[in-house]
């Protein structure tokens, strides 16, 4: 016999059970008072006081006390939550269709004060990393991270794939750091010549090889009590990696034909697009080096791992290349689709190209070739006789269904400034199965009124 059991609630008024609440733990006072009473009684010992009369009256105190508290305290949150809803900001809670029981005062306040938080870690976003543009969940984790290890002086090792900004973030833990008055100093290890990236760190003497007419600083020394980032170094070599190994050990450096050492105080920050411990195997990395750079690691995500950040990228590019113009919906849409191999300075390169070719509007014609034909494969299904074949080819083919539909909502979203009311028109739904796409896809439309 199978037994349907039935999740029955109630939604109780926090005006009710607040105070209920304090009343209980008046009738506990009470109770307490009555057994005092008896006590003195039991053993012929008149109370100095009336405890009983006491505790009626600490009854009737606590429950009082509990209800104006709840009118001092509840009365401001629900008018919060009311211009919240009013404001336009928010997504409507009342709104949200599901079972009765969720429509609780403490659960709409609950989503409220999630959504506050949200949409005030985004303009925080904003506000301390102008530099760098992205709204989404993977890159706020890094602005997290940042703002963690940069009071610090610990090692930073930021992981990432080429184009993907890497240098920015460098800037911003020195930007928030206590260094920040000092010198940022950057350089690639990848495009200094092998024979000239050691003189370049830790400078040289006069005469220490040919062509050295005077002595020159090092990066070492120029960012002395600031921040040296050396990025691509897992391009260095074994013997500079050692000398280097010794600088952040021992804080001192040796310049090239020198014979005293310097003391340098520099926080040290590095950054790769390689996998340093694949590096370390192959024997071409030294691992008490890569331990040494490994203390706080931060992993930059790749562009097509955070395509909703795709349109306000795109649209910081057009203003600084030509604020005239615009991207159109169905441009928007190419460029989600796309991978981006070269990440967000392939971006930018393409914006500019774009813009540079189109009129007012860029159109997918202005696009490369190889992005719009990306496009033009990337949408069409596989045969359907191979489809009966296979599941991971009916999967592949809902992926890039949903991946479809997400990049069209975006772009409609994005061209109505982040209105559901406009977008869903846009899209030629109604506003309810547009809210029900947006939860399907955790897209939130308020992070297209923030970036415009």
Known sequence: MCVILKDIRFNINLYIIIPLIFAGLSTLSLLVAYRLTRFYIDRNMPPEWPVAFWGIVLVLFTFIFGLFTVKFLIDPVKKFVD??????????????????????????FSRVFDQVSELLSKVEARELFPNIVGQSETMRRVFNQIMKVSPTSSTV????????????????????????????????????????????????????????????????????GGTLF??????????TQAKVLRALEEKKIERVGAVESKTVDV??????????????????????????????????????????????IAERFLQDADNTKRISSSTIQMLMAYDWPGNVRELKNTIKSSALM???????????????????????????????????????????LQELEKAIIVQALSQSRGIQKQAASILGIKERSLWHRLKKYHIDASEFKIGK
């Open 358 to 400: 189109a009129g007012q509007t860029i159109e997918p014609v202005h696009l490369p070739a190889y992005i719009t034909q990306s496009w033009q494969s990337s949408p069409l299904p596989p045969d359907p006789m191979s489809m009966t074949k296979s599941a991971e080819a009916m999967q592949s083919l809902d992926n890039r």
């Open 157 to 224: 090792l930021i992981v990432g794939e080429t184009g993907t900004g890497k240098e920015l973030v460098a800037n911003s833990i020195h930007r928030h750091s206590l260094r920040q008055a000092k010198p940022f100093i950057a350089i690639n290890c990848a495009a200094i010549p092998e024979g000239l990236l050691e003189s370049e760190l830790f400078g040289h003497e006069k005469g220490a090889f040919t062509g050295a007419d005077s002595k020159k600083p090092g990066k070492f020394e120029i960012a002395n």
């Open 267 to 312: 926080r040290f920050i590095a950054a790769t697009n390689k996998e340093l411990p694949r590096q370390v195997e192959l024997g071409v990395f030294r691992q008490d080096l890569y331990y040494r750079l490994n203390v706080f690691a931060v992993y930059l995500p790749p562009l097509r791992e955070r395509r909703e950040d795709i349109p306000l």
């Open 230 to 239: 050396l990025d691509e170094i897992g391009d260095m070599l074994l013997d």
């Open 83 to 108: 211009k919240t809803q009013t404001m336009g900001v928010l997504r409507n809670v009342s709104a949200d269709p599901r079972p009765q029981t969720s429509n609780m005062e403490m659960h709409q």
